[in-house]
């Protein structure tokens, strides 16, 4: 992970590098994309792509945490002790989804395939980058429903890990590899009550 620093001249350079590696990855894929090519796209030259990322590995997670930070930071939710948990948790999914099914998103998923069958080692990095961190949000989401006592207790981990199966099930399989169409509004908000009634069915907190 690169750390931003630098006169701002080297940052616009460094935003503009991260912008054609983010366009190039997904349309190319993760070893038909040369460092050329992003130079060529950012307008720099290749030693300037180098002297901000060490190699194309160091880019492309720099450029997969970028996109995964542009779309969770806006997508966290803080609850209060008067909060509507129902609309919140509504809410949450409804984000959650708009960011799973994003064209991006799931071309960055074919692209977590790829790099998994091989067994690189940029695939841990890369599911840190982008799972792991929409992860951690719910994980917070739910840590506050605990402390507010809008559900039962339990590791925020698991709930998570439930909520999200629940949420896209088999369809999601299918829509990665092409089987089906990315769900449709009324399907989404479908899909969404019917994991919420039955993550309540567990969490629902007993009175």
Partial sequence: MQINSGRPKDLEKRAKILQAAKSIFLKMGYHATNMNQIAKEAGVTKLTVYNHFQDKGNLFIC???????????????ELTADA???????LMCQRALSII????????????????AEQSPLTQQFFDAS?????????????????????????????????ISLML???HQQV?????????????????EQAIEIFMLKYQPIN
């Fill in 63 to 77: 450029a997969i945490e970028e996109s995964c930070e542009e779309s969770i930071r806006t997508k966290q939710i």
């Fill in 84 to 90: 509507d948990f129902k609309q919140a948790l509504v």
């Fill in 101 to 116: 099914y994003l064209p991006e998103a799931l071309k960055l998923d074919c692209l977590l395939f790829e790099l998994a």
């Fill in 131 to 163: 799972h792991t961190r929409m992860c951690n949000v719910w994980c917070d989401f739910f840590e506050q429903a605990i402390a507010f006592k809008f559900i039962r207790a339990d590791e925020p981990l698991k709930q998570t890990e439930l909520m």
């Fill in 169 to 171: 099930g088999i369809r």
């Fill in 176 to 192: 990665l590899l092409g089987l089906a169409p990315v769900p449709t509004a009324t399907e989404i908000n479908q899909m969404i």
